[in-house]
């Protein structure tokens, strides 16, 4: 049995305060972060651990631990309430999950209003994003990043076109909004979790779907679908899917804490752009390389979408509330 001298003990007090003076400075806070998504291949995981390094590179005292895959919320529409009661600070939400109790957060997937992932980026700071903004800090939320999925059209056995394509297809649209257009242009209207359209496909309930490009991915769309419109310049699907923070996290930040997390939103803003771009390019490979029929949606077939989408969808959307009219307002003044 050693027996230490009260030198040693008094070398040994020493380090141990020296390495307590030159340890990282405590965490302020620890917020909580969820998500639906895969951890370490989704892009929406991979963005918010970016997002994560950038602030902890910028020195912020704040520490985010993400829990992934509907490991701490098993429905992903759960989390709003979460973020409203407390439970959770943040999480990567897609807002249309909360559009029944907020009718104003499907102005984030309202068909023909963005048309590519450029035009998503353009839509950063304008009045349309400043609406958006003021609507979700009046319902509890504080949007954080400007994370846009494309998306578009897998079919089984014909091809997406004009709207006239569609008709007399069962079709699964995924927002109150796209169904609306859908059925405009003649098709039959599923409502369904995306977990179910594989079986779908397989069984004969569904003759096509609207989702986005990862989705397609995941969920091995395209080995049920024999016809795919895809990439290009165009598109009638973009979904806004955010980082965002609940606004009572948001508003407990001092000015300098909000200046490191927005800047940390830009840098995974950037990251998130340039991997959607990546998955467009890897989603169009996989259906070819399943044997399916690609094809990109012509200047012309989008002009007939958005003209359909503006008599309908728009304008059932702008009913909603003098808030879904400014957005549309917003919209509409941009696209002039």
């Given amino acids: 049995m050693k027996i230490f001298s009260l030198r040693t003990l008094m070398l040994s007090s020493a380090v141990a305060l020296g390495l307590l003076a030159s340890a990282p400075e405590v965490y302020a806070q620890t917020f909580k972060l969820t998500h639906q998504y895969r951890e370490g291949t989704d892009a929406r995981d991979r963005a918010a651990r970016v997002f994560i390094e950038e602030l902890e590179r910028l020195g912020s005292d704040i520490r985010i631990r993400v829990y992934p895959g509907n490991s701490l919320i098993t429905a992903p529409p759960a989390q709003y309430d979460a973020l409203l009661q ?13 559009s029944g109790k907020v009718p104003e957060f499907s102005g984030t997937i309202l068909p023909g209003a963005v048309n590519s992932l450029d035009h998503a980026a353009s839509l950063k700071g304008s009045s349309y994003h400043e609406q958006l903004q003021a609507i979700a800090e009046n319902n509890g939320l504080h949007i954080l990043t400007w994370w846009w999925t494309e998306g578009g059209f897998a079919t089984r056995d014909t091809p997406v076109m004009g709207p006239e394509s569609v008709a007399g297809l069962k079709l699964r649209g995924g927002d109150k909004s796209i169904d609306t257009l859908l059925s405009a242009s003649g098709a039959s209207v599923f409502s369904m979790p995306s977990t179910e359209l594989y079986s779908a496909f397989q ?49 407990s930040l001092s000015d300098e804490q909000k200046a490191d997390f927005e800047a940390a939103a830009e840098v995974s803003n950037e990251f998130f752009h340039e991997e959607q771009k990546k998955a467009a390019a890897s989603t169009i490979k996989v259906f070819e390389d399943a044997g399916a029929e690609v094809r990109q949606m012509t200047a012309e077939e989008h002009a007939e979408w958005v003209a359909l989408a503006q008599e309908t969808s728009w304008a059932e959307f702008a009913e909603i509330s003098d808030d879904a009219r400014a957005l549309i307002d917003a919209l509409r003044s941009m696209n002039q």
């Fill in 203 to 251: 069984t004969g309930v569904l003759d096509g779907t609207m989702t986005s490009f990862e989705s397609f991915q995941s969920m091995r769309l395209y080995e049920q679908t024999k016809h795919a419109t895809l990439g290009g310049d165009y598109t009638i699907f973009m979904v806004l899917q955010p980082l965002v923070i609940s606004k009572t996290a948001w508003d």
């Fill in 86 to 98: 407390g439970t959770i600070e943040m999480a990567v939400f897609t807002l249309v999950y909360g």
